[in-house]
């Protein structure tokens, strides 16, 4: 689980690293020869790399358009975001970990719950958060991490284990024993992986992008709480 989060994590930061190289073009409107990408005066790092005139979002396609929906519907945008994170997580989770027949519900279920909670609360949450604990310097981020795992974390769990409840038909009396029972296995597997995401997260990516960047860690560790939540 953590190899997995690793790579989810060094996957995700390398895409907000990406910049796009846009094709020379010299005097008579003759392009230049692209370069090898292994000679040293190279200025071409990679064929990958896209006319971002001609390719929306450069290096990847549909990112220009990805942000122009965060700026214009947030909301929706983030919840969408989280639909397809937990929809993975689940998927993954059910192909690789679990195996046997492919289980519709609780894959919707889960789903879901990405689309009608996670995404929409961690856009008021995030926002929030960052406009009372300004900054990304080492305070601001160690501030923030703490306020989020010690607060946002048991009621984010609180929530998602009632909500798999009241989805299955259990009675309040069950779900409060669940709760009972898998608050806190579920919150010390976050411990384990979010501080350091976390922490990643609040000092190098910017407010409108903490979802998407926390939705393409949280693939791996949607696997561990899809399996936690229907034991």
């Known amino acids: 689980m953590k190899l997995l989060t690793l790579l989810s994590l060094l996957s995700v930061a390398t895409a907000f690293g990406v910049s796009p190289h846009p094709v020379q073009q010299k005097a008579g409107g003759a392009l230049n020869k692209p370069s090898s990408a292994f000679r040293k005066d190279s200025s071409v790092s990679s064929p990958l790399f896209r006319d971002p005139t001609k390719v929306r979002g450069g290096a990847v396609p549909g990112w220009a358009a990805y ?22 997580g689940d998927l993954l989770a059910q192909i690789f970990i679990t195996g046997g027949p492919f289980d519709m519900k609780r894959f919707i279920t889960l789903s879901a719950f990405g689309f009608l909670y996670h995404g929409p609360s961690g856009h008021y949450f995030y926002n929030w958060l960052d406009s009372k604990v300004k900054g990304s310097d080492g305070k601001s981020v160690f501030m923030k991490v703490a306020f989020d795992q010690i607060v946002w974390c048991p009621i984010f769990m609180t929530v998602f284990f009632t909500y798999l409840g009241l989805v299955n038909g259990d009675s309040f009396s069950a779900i409060g024993e669940k709760i009972k029972h898998d608050l806190l296995p579920a919150c010390q597997g976050s411990w384990k992986v979010w ?18 960047f926390i939705n393409g860690v949280q693939v791996a560790f949607n696997m561990f709480l899809s399996l936690i939540g229907s034991k």
């Open 195 to 212: 501080p350091i995401v976390h922490a990643v997260n609040f000092r190098f990516i910017s407010s409108k992008h903490r979802l998407v």
């Open 67 to 88: 942000n122009d929906a965060l700026d214009k519907h947030p909301l929706t945008a983030k919840a969408c975001t989280s639909l397809v994170g937990w929809a993975l």
